[in-house]
């Protein structure tokens, strides 16, 4: 690890990603890009962020934490934290290779080999080796430790049956990381499961496109027939599956991990919610004259402060005694479903213009409003539904029996 | 989708505690568990006076009476924020005593009172003598400058007139602070226990049977004119018993809300029907989930109140936010509550009911939800 680098030292690096941000950051390209990951639905957008991302990673914005003899910029992880905070702020693009930066280069850095590091890392940080993540299957949303997509071995090789599905970029991509079921045997349903670096370009396996609510692409299912993969792209044993997913879960809920930086999702900020309000007109007047209207509204920015709240609370040893992990638990389901709350009272300010959607020209900031709406129950949905959500905290906080 | 806040954080206030704050939730917790065990709740209910004597007497010695109070005064010299956590231990435990009360009724001598008023008054709160406030009139209207009730000049003082409802613990109170019109202005009066003649105080039958209010007529009750508080001072006053209120009831709430989930949950993880667990349908495995996710969000406002009380500006955003996340919070806890218990639930013998009841009586004093987000509005928009 890079030493601790002084305030002055930080200061100058501030001021040159700055300089870099500010020149370099794209302009408006003249059709709408994807707010995250999970929203690239056409070549255009494919290659725009590709392109962008490429960019950060040789401009050493990102990936400046990673070590350097597999593509990274070997700084102390301080300057990358800069880097990305000012990339917010001139509220650059999406890093688009999200499972790759976010998921499988942390956990091959935590525990992959010296091969598998070498291999894959540089290619992630810049974007030339697009990564896709099969972890749920169509019989098995929630139930992620029932996986049935079958691997067997057959002498150098795994051959892959089954189906993954929800794969963001999986039409794209060029690895995939991969939970599969290697064996029934076992104690129980997770004994089973392997996990694997998977090529996405191997025989038998092909990707139909998902046509989302929105009416954009960006997910896919994948079909694997007799696919077969060489035996080295297993990762750890045989029976480890389990535990490594739920390793990358956690890089995805922000375990202490050196990130490489940058960011996957646009955040949708709550004052513009409120700025949409103002400029709405009701009966003649302001939107925010109406007393019903301005109840729900001051509502939601008494829940969207709560949320606020409980993250420095969480944070505060003290002020978490009697439920410590009670604030971090319920994190997902309060601020996901807040979110689909608040963008689905957001289309009820635009009275008749609430009608149009994306890409109409009289549609209110280009159907915004309705596209980050509908995109909200990726969230509700993705990650864990929140009903799901619900009995996590109901049996882990509360201390409530599982059901049977 | 993700959102950022950050846009709105920097209009509010955020989060922090002190040292002594957290010293004494420890103290309180430990002792409003051990000093208001639920039976001993429901004694009480059945007392004429309400609150165990003995346990006044100690939350006296302990010092908390006079924690908000200057140490020129007697008092500790900190402030509301290190209140708070101890009238959340109260609301736990449905420790009712005249805590809240007093304590409000040093801040609104401290906001209006002059040297020889807070002199004299200070010290004796502090020691467990009892303050009260005479606010609520009969038009059932939570602004407190909307007062009717009168001080007319008579020879030296003034003579009062009109009615004051929900006098908290005003039968053992040595001083009762009442709102009153003089001309037109409204003020502050602090009238002595001698003052109040036989018959002027009736005792209501409120909805929360763990504590105790009184009518109190003022016809008949003279004041000396040394008795008003600084008119100058007075709106300042009212703001600063309206949100103090706010904020313990806040707290009161939160720990209220906290033991609705407890007891429930308690109940979901014992009875059994139809061969399962009831805990384990998720029809009321969700419900109490979000519940207890209310309650987390309440208490996070309560102690953001409580951590920027007194600062210009987002002090009362976060005050009014806190009271009004709380009812609703507290009111859907303890709704639930009632409503889990199923048959049980229903009766006067099953704790749900003491919360419900709690909850609709705080909702009812210094303003509901609605109330808290219509104020909100106006210092938002």
């Not at chain 1, 993250?311 to 389901?333: E, I, Y």
């Amino acid at each position: 690890m890079a030493t601790r680098p002084t305030a002055a030292e930080l200061a100058d690096y501030e001021a040159q990603a700055d300089a870099w941000f500010r020149e370099n950051t794209p302009k408006d390209p003249g059709f709408m890009l994807p707010l995250t990951f999970m929203e690239v639905s056409t070549d255009q957008q494919f290659e725009f962020l590709c392109a962008w991302q490429r960019k950060v990673y040789e401009a050493g914005y990102l990936g400046a934490s990673w070590p350097t003899e597999y593509g990274g910029g070997g700084m102390h992880p301080d300057f990358q934290r800069i880097a990305t905070k000012v990339m917010k702020k001139y509220d650059g693009p999406i890093m688009l290779n999200a499972i790759g930066i976010g998921w499988a280069g942390p956990l091959i850095l935590d525990i992959g080999s010296e091969e598998e590091k070498k291999k894959y890392i540089k290619g992630m940080l810049s974007a030339e080796d697009i990564w896709c993540q099969g972890f749920s299957e169509p019989e098995n949303g929630s139930d992620l430790g029932n996986a049935q997509l079958k691997a067997v071995r057959d002498g150098d090789e795994y051959v892959l049956n089954g189906s993954k599905i929800w794969t963001s970029l999986g039409d794209r991509a060029k690895y995939m990381i991969l939970l599969a079921r290697t064996s029934n045997e076992g104690p129980n349903k997770y004994a089973g499961l392997s996990f694997f670096l998977a090529p996405m370009h191997a025989p038998g396996i092909e990707t139909r496109r998902i046509k989302k609510l929105t009416g954009e692409y960006g997910f896919v299912q994948c079909f694997f027939t007799d696919a077969r993969i060489p035996a080295e792209c297993l990762m750890g044993k045989e029976g480890d599956g389990w535990q490594i997913a739920m390793k990358t879960l956690e890089y995805e809920r922000g375990a202490k991990v050196n990130l490489a930086g940058g960011y996957f999702l646009k955040e949708l900020d709550a004052m513009g919610v409120v700025e949409l309000a103002r400029q709405s007109q009701r009966g003649g007047k302001a939107l925010l004259d109406d007393p019903v209207m301005k109840d729900r509204m001051i509502d939601f920015m008494i829940d969207i402060q709560a949320l606020n709240l409980n993250n420095q609370r969480r944070r505060m040893g003290p002020l978490v005694q009697d439920r410590p992990m009670g604030l971090a638990l319920m994190n997902k389901l309060a601020r996901t479903e807040m979110i689909r709350e608040l963008t689905e009272f957001s289309l009820s300010f635009q009275g008749t213009r609430g009608g149009y959607y994306v890409d109409d020209p009289c549609a209110v900031d280009n159907g915004y409003w309705h596209r980050s709406y509908l995109n909200s129950f990726s969230a509700t949905i993705g990650g864990g539904t929140s009903e799901i959500q619900r009995n996590i905290v109901a049996e882990h906080v509360l201390g409530l029996p599982k059901g049977r | 989708m993700a959102f950022s806040e950050e846009n709105l954080a920097n209009h509010l206030g955020g989060l922090g505690y002190s040292e002594e704050q957290i010293e004494l939730m420890d103290v309180a917790t430990s002792f409003c568990r051990d000093k208001s065990p639920i039976d001993k709740v429901r004694k009480l209910m059945a007392d004429e006076r309400g609150y165990d004597a003995q346990v006044w007497q100690e939350i006296a010695e302990l010092g908390w009476l006079g924690i908000a109070i200057p140490e020129a005064h007697g008092g500790v010299g900190l402030s509301m924020a290190e209140v708070a956590p101890i009238a959340e231990q109260m609301g736990r435990r449905l420790l009712t005593t005249p805590f809240a009360t007093c304590t409000v009724a040093a801040q609104a001598l401290l906001a209006a009172g002059d040297e020889v008023q807070c002199g004299e008054w200070l010290p004796r709160i502090v020691a467990g003598e009892i303050a009260t406030l005479a606010l609520s009139e009969p038009h059932g209207d939570w602004t407190l400058s909307h007062v009717e009730a009168t001080a007319k000049p008579n020879g030296d003082g003034y003579a009062l007139s009109g009615t004051k409802q929900f006098v908290a613990y005003a039968k053992d109170a040595a001083l009762v602070i009442a709102t009153v019109n003089v001309d037109g202005a409204v003020r502050l009066a602090l009238i002595e226990q001698s003052a109040i003649p036989d018959g002027a105080l009736r005792r209501e039958i409120i909805v929360d049977e763990t504590r105790r209010t009184y009518e109190l007529t003022l016809d008949g009750i003279t004041i000396p004119a040394s008795a008003l508080l600084d008119a100058g001072r007075s709106a300042t006053a009212l703001g600063q018993i309206e949100l103090a209120s706010a904020l313990l009831q806040a707290a009161e709430m939160c720990g209220g809300t906290q033991s609705a989930i407890d007891y429930t949950v308690e109940y979901l993880k014992t009875r059994k029907q139809f061969g399962k667990l009831i805990g384990e349908y998720q029809a009321l495995k969700h419900p109490i989930t979000n519940a207890y996710v209310a309650y987390e969000k309440a208490r996070s406002h309560m102690l953001s109140a409580a951590h920027n009380f007194g600062q210009q500006g987002v002090g009362e955003i976060a005050v009014r936010m806190a009271k009004a996340s709380a009812d609703k919070a507290y009111s859907f806890a303890a709704d639930r509550a009632v409503q889990f218990h199923g048959g049980f639930g229903f009766t006067h013998d099953c704790d749900a009911g003491l919360y419900r009841r709690s909850a609709i009586w705080h909702a009812s004093q210094f303003g509901d939800a609605a109330w808290h987000r219509a104020k909100l509005a106006d210092l938002l928009f």
